[in-house]
């Protein structure tokens, strides 16, 4: 029976201890989760979220401009080399891109506009459409990065 209580007495014991074990923290850096948190008016905001919004634009441009760049240099070889398959599979590829790029920029521009539009005559409506077209472009940056393995 002693042996019986020891036992019993190290699986609370564990179970205790477990229970006050908190789960690691989640690495979360507030300023990533809340850019703009030192904004203390609307108009604050709204400039903050244009300005990042303006630099997540340049950074897809960026993006965008690298697949491509890398696309024409695939099809420049296959000239160089006079490879009729491969310059009509690397301008198909190309003209993909471009009708797939064309089309996302009409969904971010209409969804983002929708979801601005439930703020409509409101101040902190410019704020909402920044952050969407902000947060909407950087998962574009993310596909674009992940379909096309640019890495980082």
Known sequence: MPK???????????????ASDKPPALATDSAALQP????????AANECFSALYVSTDAHLNATYN?????????????????DAAQIAHHQAALDRLLAAQRAWLNYRDLHCDSVKFQYEGGTISPTVWSQCMMETSQQRIAALSTSYDLGS
């Open 4 to 18: 019986a209580l020891f036992l019993l007495f190290l699986v609370l014991a564990q179970s205790i201890t477990l």
């Open 36 to 43: 703009c948190a030192a904004a203390k008016t609307p108009g």
């Open 66 to 82: 690298h697949v491509v760049a890398a696309m024409k240099f695939l099809l420049m070889e296959a000239q160089r080399h006079n």
